[in-house]
């Protein structure tokens, strides 16, 4: 899934269809190195950029519908990889690891945890060792926000902080909690108050 990425494609009258897919080293064109205007080097976004050419390798694959036959070969006479996979796997991670990332994150683990259970399991279970070595911390992060992002958006809270405050307090009372609003007149101090009849019990039992 990291190695190649399609070039081109043609689909035939009959039903038959090839793709063309070349290595994901291949890159046509120099990065820009232009600099932004009215910007200072301190204010610029740091990226990494990487020279062109530096692999040309490329396959066709074939499907002919008819036969039920997939072929898959070299294009024409192009070269073969200048590179090894671990380079691959620098330049992007395995799919197999980035979705291994995706399940830990789910579970809301702090990045360096999620990293150190990729790597391990990846490198027992699955025997890619080499290629979860390369995974960052910075890299799991940015997967972490992805993934967590949509599932914590009914967290957000309304702009409007009354509105914010009272529907937090509805929402509370739904799920059984008993809410107290308290005030404190000398200092201007106001706010809420709450816990579950359960932790009350705990709390009257043991203190």
């Known amino acids: 899934s990291n190695i190649w990425t399609q070039w081109t494609s043609y689909k035939q009258v009959n039903g038959n269809f090839w793709k063309i897919f070349t290595c994901y080293f291949t890159k046509y064109r120099d990065s820009s190195t232009r600099q932004k205007e009215n910007i200072s080097n301190e204010k610029c976004r740091i990226t990494k950029t990487r020279p062109s050419g530096l692999c040309h390798a490329k396959i066709k694959v074939e499907w002919l519908v008819s036969l039920k036959i997939v072929k898959v070969g070299r294009y024409k006479d192009s070269s073969n990889h200048t590179h090894s996979l671990l380079d691959v796997d620098r330049l992007k991670r395995p799919q ?96 809420i108050v709450f816990a579950h009849p359960e932790q009350l019990e705990k709390l009257e039992n043991h203190g």
């Open 96 to 191: 197999v690891i980035r979705t291994l990332v995706e399940k830990e994150a789910v579970k809301n683990y702090l990045p360096l945890a999620i990293t150190a259970a990729v790597k391990e399991y990846a490198t027992i279970e699955l025997g890619l060792g080499a290629s979860a070595q390369e995974l960052k911390r910075k890299e799991v992060t940015n997967i972490k926000y992805k993934v967590r992002g949509p599932m914590e958006v009914h967290l957000v809270g309304n702009s409007d902080l009354k509105l914010d405050i009272s529907q937090s307090v509805s929402y509370l009372k739904e799920q059984g909690y008993q809410v107290e609003i308290y005030r404190v007149h000398q200092r201007s101090t106001k706010g």
